[in-house]
């Protein structure tokens, strides 16, 4: 089955968004594939480069970045949402060399999210 998955919980500070890494581990270790993670509302707090958790947390950031690079899937930010909180790109910042978007997340709109629902089997929401 194809799935899409929505986090709209912030990195840290919820047990929803280790919940979301952990169901998507489980779908593709079963053969299964992700579309896209769209992260949205207080989730685009994931595609902070600037978040650095202690160093005996685990780090959900690189563990999503390692996860789309190996299963070869999109890590969408909601663009106005990560504008509103302050997570930015070169395109997007007030000031071109502020950039804190981190590596592999990709800033987007509701379009693409639109898109994949579209053609997906499955929608997950966290």
């Not at 929803?16 to 685009?44: C, P, R």
């Not at 007030?94 to 590596?103: D, F, G, R, T, W």
Request: some cysteine; charged content about 15%.
């Amino acid at each position: 089955m194809r799935y899409v998955l929505s986090v709209t919980q912030p990195v840290y500070g919820s047990q929803a968004s280790f919940l979301a890494y952990q169901f998507a581990e489980e779908l593709l270790q079963a053969g299964h594939s992700i579309a896209q993670v769209f992260f949205s509302q207080a989730g685009v707090s994931h595609g902070n480069a600037f978040v650095y958790p202690a160093n005996d947390e685990f780090n959900l950031i690189k563990h999503w970045q390692q996860l789309a690079q190996q299963y070869q899937f999109p890590l969408y930010l909601c663009i106005a949402a990560a504008q509103r909180r302050g997570v930015v790109n070169e395109e997007t910042a007030a000031i071109e060399q502020q950039n804190n978007l981190a590596e592999k997340f990709v800033l987007a709109g509701l379009g693409e999210f639109s898109q994949a629902v579209l053609t997906a089997d499955r929608v997950i929401t966290f």
